[in-house]
T-cell receptor, first 120, second 117 residues
Framework: NAGVTQTPKFRILKIGQSMTLQCTQD?????MYWYRQDPGMGLKLIYY???????DKGEVPNGYNVSRSTTEDFPLRLELAAPSQTSVYFC???????????????????FGAGSRLTVL | AQTVTQSQPEMSVQEAETVTLSCTYD???????LFWYKQPPSRQMILVIR??????QNATENRFSVNFQKAAKSFSLKISDSQLGDAAMYFC??????????????FGTGTRLTIIP
């Protein structure tokens, strides 16, 4: 099924460790996003990308890095994990905002299933 | 920049009754879109309904409808004939389309809806 795939679903890290959350989509979407959702809170944008080779910071980019070498993949890297990064991470993708394609689909923004990360 | 505010952290409704979830937003852009997303315990984000700001007519999707008050920057969600499967966290979101075409969704903090059998 077409959509956004995130791995891993769960991960426990020790303080100071690094890891990469993988995200891939097969809908040929130009835009991809990484959000984090803290308990009882809404989603906050970490980074986003408007196409291969182009990334930009969102609201809460500190402690994270991203790359976008292909249209399909948008990995999120955590360097020197801290307890404050304990959260659920969502990857999402969309067609270019403002274009007819963006609003013609059933889901404007297609989300992955989420990755629960705990830093101890 | 834009902000989305949901002032009701939790709501509950009797099964088969109607409930309204509130949302206010602020954006400096003239062209924008508003959304309600549902997040069940599975954590998946599911689009419930969307509204184009330039349209005066309120959007409806089966049992879900919105009350869009543009001047007041208010965007409430009404769920009619509530069902047990409607229990979830509901997020209001705004996407303002700037001249650069690269705006992204801003989410509210969510309202947890409980359905009472």
């Amino acid at each position: 099924n077409a959509g956004v795939t995130q791995t891993p679903k769960f991960r426990i890290l020790k303080i100071g460790q690094s890891m990469t959350l993988q995200c891939t989509q097969d809908m040929n979407h130009n835009y991809m996003y990484w959000y984090r959702q803290d308990p009882g809170m809404g989603l906050k944008l970490i980074y986003y990308s408007v196409g291969a080779g182009i990334t930009d910071k969102g609201e809460v980019p500190n402690g994270y890095n991203v790359s976008r070498s292909t249209t399909e993949d948008f990995p999120l890297r955590l360097e020197l994990a801290a307890p404050s990064q304990t959260s659920v991470y969502f990857c999402a993708s969309s067609a270019t905002p403002g274009t007819p394609t963006f609003y013609s689909g059933a889901n404007v923004l297609t989300f992955g299933a989420g990755s629960r990360l705990t830093v101890l | 920049a834009q902000t989305v505010t949901q002032s009701q952290p939790e709501m509950s409704v009797q099964e088969a009754e109607t409930v309204t979830l509130s949302c206010t937003y602020d954006t400096s852009e003239s062209d924008y879109y508003l959304f309600w997303y549902k997040q069940p315990p599975s954590r998946q984000m599911i689009l419930v309904i969307r509204q184009e700001a330039y349209k005066q007519q309120n959007a409806t999707e089966n049992r879900f409808s919105v009350n869009f008050q543009k001047a007041a920057k208010s965007f409430s969600l009404k769920i009619s004939d509530s069902q047990l499967g409607d229990a979830a966290m509901y997020f209001c979101a705004c996407a303002a389309i700037s001249n650069f075409g690269n705006e992204k969704l801003t989410f509210g903090t969510g309202t947890r809806l409980t359905i009472i059998p």
